[in-house]
C-alpha cells in the first residue's frame, strides 16, 4: 500500500492506496478538487464537510446518469 497526499478545496488529505493506483487516485481527487471549486463558486464556503457532501451528491447523480445509459 501506497500513502500519498491529495489536495481538495486548498487542504492537503493523506490517503492510502494500492500500490501502482497512486495516478488513478490522484486524477480522481483532481475531479473531486474542480467539482468542489465549481460549488464554491455558487454557494461560497460553507464548510468542508457540507461542500465534500454536496460535491459526492453531484458525483452520485454523474454516476447514476451514466448507469442510465
Same mark, same amino acid.
Given at each position: 500500500?501506497?500513502? /500519498?497526499? /491529495? @489536495?481538495? $478545496? $486548498? &487542504?492537503?488529505?493523506?490517503?492510502?492506496?494500492?500500490?501502482? &493506483?497512486?495516478? @488513478?487516485?490522484?486524477?480522481?481527487?483532481?475531479?473531486?478538487?474542480?467539482?468542489? @471549486?465549481? *460549488?464554491?463558486?455558487?454557494?461560497?464556503?460553507?464548510?468542508?464537510? @457540507?461542500?465534500?457532501?454536496?460535491?459526492? *451528491? $453531484? *458525483?452520485?447523480?454523474?454516476?447514476?446518469?451514466?448507469?442510465?445509459?
Amino acid at each position: 500500500m501506497s500513502q /500519498i497526499v /491529495i @489536495r481538495v $478545496n $486548498n &487542504r492537503d488529505y493523506p490517503v492510502v492506496c494500492e500500490d501502482g &493506483r497512486e495516478d @488513478r487516485v490522484r486524477g480522481i481527487a483532481g475531479y473531486i478538487d474542480e467539482k468542489v @471549486r465549481e *460549488l464554491t463558486a455558487q454557494v461560497g464556503q460553507p464548510g468542508d464537510a @457540507r461542500l465534500m457532501l454536496l460535491a459526492a *451528491l $453531484n *458525483l452520485g447523480d454523474e454516476l447514476a446518469a451514466a448507469y442510465d445509459e
